[in-house]
Each structure stands twice: as C-alpha cells, then as structure tokens.
C-alpha cells in the first residue's frame, strides 16, 4: 500500500484533515529451527517484506482510537489512556492496548491520547505472526511519536510480555525478535535463553522464497504446542538424572544418541530427538548461508520437515500434502512447515523461473487431495519495524 493511500483512509476514518506519520513491522518466517525455542536451542528467522502498516496522530485529550481495515466489521475501538486494561470485547485492540500500558509501566512518558489506523497484510492464523507485527509496528509508533529513549533489545522483550502476560499467549521471544531487528537479505540465528543473535546473508542468487498457506486454520496448534513443551520438559528431567545439563539445545545429536536410554517414554525419546538434532540443523544453516552453499541448506530444511512429521509429529496432511508436492517439483532446493504447525504455510526454496510452474503443480496435488486451494506468496527479505519516511508501495 502506497503512503498517499494510508494518509487518506486514516484521515476518511477519523474524519480529520490531520497528516498521519506512519510505521511498519513485517511479518517473519522461520527458515529452520522449529519448537526449538522452549528447548533451549536456536532458531533461524527472517524479516519478510510485507507486514503491518500503523498511520498515527495525536490528539489533544487521553482518548486513544483504534482501527483496523482488516477487522471493519469492529469499526473504531475506544479507550481512555487512563484504563488499558485488557478486554475481550476490544479483540483485536488489546495487542497495541498492550504495548501502550506496558510502555508506561516501564516508566515512558506516553500522556496523550492518539488515533491510530492499522492495516495488515498478513493473513490471520498463517503463522507468519500477526501478533507480533502489531505488537511492534505499535512499540516503534509510540517511540517515534512520543520520542521515547527506548532500547530496541528491551522493547522486543515487552513485545513478548504483552504477549505472554496480557494477553496470556506463552509465546517465545522469536517473532517479536526477528520483527524488530531484521535485516534486509538477512536471516538471524537466535539462541534464545540468551539472546545471542548472528546475521547471515540470505543470497539466494536465481532462487525465491515461497511461501504456501495451507489456509487451514490451526486449531490443534495451541492444545499440541502445550503437549509438546511438557513432553520434553519430561525428556529433560529423565535425562537431568544422569546428565548435568540445563536444557535439551545442549546436547550434540551424538551426545544425545548416546543417551537416549535414559529417557523412560518411548514418545518422549522422539521429542526430544527432534529437538536437539533441529538444533544441530540451526547452527549448520549458518553456516552452509555464510558460504553460500544452497543446496545444503534445501537438504537441511527437507530433513527439518521430515523431523517435524516423523519425531514431533505437529504437520498434518495439509502441510506434509504441500511440502511432499513441493519436494517433486523442478528447480525446489528445499521446502518445510514453518511455524508451530497443524496448519498455518509451509516455504520452498525455489528456482525463479520455475516459480509460476511451482505454484500451478503444487495448488493442483493440494487441491485434489485437500479440496481447496493453497495460496502463494513470493517472500522477499527486509528490514526491521520502522518508521515510513520515503513513499513505501
């Protein structure tokens, strides 16, 4: 969406001749390093290029106004600045509700009301983290509206806590993270218990990334996520009996195999088997992306996918349809789930010229076999939350 366009849908919507100033967040996906975060392993995100666009202006009471063009049918939501907390009614509304009141909570002078228009890209429930992309689009609004001092690093972590403790998500910190410090034509391994992070060059020379929402919507993501968690934290606690290790991300797959007898439940050994040989997947993805070695890294993102199947068990007929599909298809390096799973995309690394190719063959199996379409986008790599300065379409 140009800027021109968001100027005028603000000022239609709030029925004023005011000029907004205007934000964005993007979207991310995960390349590699699925349900690693909780186990103390590494994930392998990216920045993409479309996202959440924010339009902004104060007013001159502490009434806040909120809109969104994706939820229309909400119209505008009000609250006073002196009551943010959460309400179920607001819907939408209590992810940047959220952000404002933690922003004050932490000592941020934030004492005006303001009118703010959302507009998203992002399909709801595709895994590419809507949450997040508003959470952040809002941190870096309210920073460059109110000129606050705050640290990009810190306003990630509220991102997560709105997440968490507001809105009583127990997310990790990957999408807020990836959000607020992509890089263009970068991916970012994060450790993240320590927030350690690296930038590796995303090249990907005559090759796209594409992304395939399966247009299901996960429904079993939130119930098996909690599952999952608990099966390795059984994992860990078997293993912690013989080994003194704090998490799973520790151990090396040979270390792992070595003791893997320790841990009691059959179904618990496979959890945790994904866990730390995804780990390992992470930190060998950096570096195949450092020497621009692409093949390794599609083979990387296939024994991903089939890890997820086989030893976590969270993709599902949909995604494994698109992913299997997408495997026998010309010109694909790689393709896997991405996200929590039950639903939600799956990418492909593929080669452009085959890319319109791609998409008919894959929409075609998927279809027959699922009894809907797929739908595609081609992901680009970008930056950060920002502010909009130049005409952005």
Same mark, same amino acid.
């Given at each position: 969406m140009k800027s021109s366009e968001l100027q005028t849908m603000f000022q239609n919507i709030f029925h004023t001749t005011k000029k907004p100033r205007l934000f964005f967040a993007p979207g991310r996906i995960n390349l590699i390093g699925e349900h690693t975060d909780y186990n103390g392993g590494n994930v392998f995100p990216a920045a993409i290029t479309f996202g959440t666009y924010a339009a902004c202006s104060k007013r001159e009471?502490?009434?806040?106004?909120?809109?969104?063009? %994706?939820?229309?049918?909400?119209?505008?939501?009000?609250?006073?600045?002196?009551?943010?907390?959460?309400?179920?009614?607001?819907?939408?509304?209590?992810?940047?509700?959220?952000?404002?009141?933690?922003?004050?909570? @932490? $000592?941020?002078?934030? &004492?005006q009301g303001m009118d703010i228009l959302f507009y998203g890209e992002i399909p709801n429930s595709a895994g590419l983290s809507s949450s997040a992309s508003i959470e952040?689009?809002?941190?870096?609004?309210?920073?460059?509206?109110?000129?606050?001092?705050? %640290?990009?690093?810190e306003m990630i972590k509220l991102g997560?806590?709105? @997440?968490? @403790?507001?809105?009583?998500?127990?997310?990790?910190?990957? &999408?807020?993270?990836?959000?607020?410090?992509?890089?263009?034509?970068?991916?970012?391994?994060? &450790?993240?218990?320590?927030?350690?992070?690296?930038?590796?060059?995303?090249e990907l020379k005559d090759h796209v990334i594409l992304i395939i929402n399966t247009n299901k919507q996960r429904t079993l993501a939130g119930?098996?996520? %909690?599952?999952?968690?608990? /099966?390795?934290?059984?994992?860990?606690? &078997?293993?912690?009996?013989?080994?003194?290790?704090?998490?799973?991300? /520790?151990?090396t797959p040979d270390e792992f195999e070595t003791n893997a007898k320790w841990i009691n439940n059959p179904i618990h050994q496979k959890r945790a088997k994904h866990a730390v040989y995804e780990n390992a997947r992470t930190k060998e993805a950096l570096e195949k992306l450092r020497v621009s070695d692409l093949d390794r890294f599609g083979e990387l993102m296939n024994e991903s996918h089939l890890s997820l199947k086989y030893d976590y068990e969270v993709t599902g007929i949909e995604l494994d349809t698109i992913v299997e599909a997408a495997w026998d298809q010309p010109g694909v390096l790689g393709a896997r789930m991405t996200g929590a799973g039950f639903? $939600?995309?799956?990418?492909?690394?593929?080669?452009?010229?085959?890319?319109?190719?791609?998409?008919?063959?894959?929409?075609?199996?998927?279809?027959?076999?699922? $009894?809907?379409?797929?739908?595609?986008?081609? +992901?680009?790599?970008?930056?950060? +939350?920002? /502010?909009i300065i130049e005409e952005v379409v």
């Open positions: 009471d502490k009434r806040i106004r909120f809109y969104s063009s %994706n939820f229309s049918e909400t119209g505008i939501i009000e609250c006073e600045l002196s009551n943010l907390n959460y309400q179920a009614s607001h819907n939408w509304a209590n992810y940047p509700k959220g952000m404002i009141q933690f922003l004050i909570n @932490e $000592g941020h002078l934030i &004492d952040m689009v809002t941190g870096v609004l309210l920073e460059g509206i109110f000129s606050l001092n705050s %640290n990009r690093i997560q806590r709105v @997440e968490n @403790e507001y809105i009583g998500v127990s997310s990790g910190i990957m &999408d807020q993270f990836a959000i607020g410090m992509g890089k263009k034509n970068h991916a970012i391994l994060l &450790d993240c218990q320590s927030l350690n992070f690296y930038y590796a060059p995303l119930s098996k996520y %909690n599952e999952r968690r608990t /099966e390795c934290e059984q994992a860990l606690f &078997d293993l912690r009996k013989q080994l003194p290790i704090a998490s799973l991300g /520790e151990l639903g $939600g995309c799956a990418i492909a690394v593929v080669e452009r010229k085959y890319t319109e190719a791609f998409r008919k063959n894959v929409n075609t199996i998927y279809e027959e076999k699922i $009894g809907y379409p797929a739908t595609f986008y081609s +992901a680009e790599i970008g930056d950060g +939350a920002k /502010e």
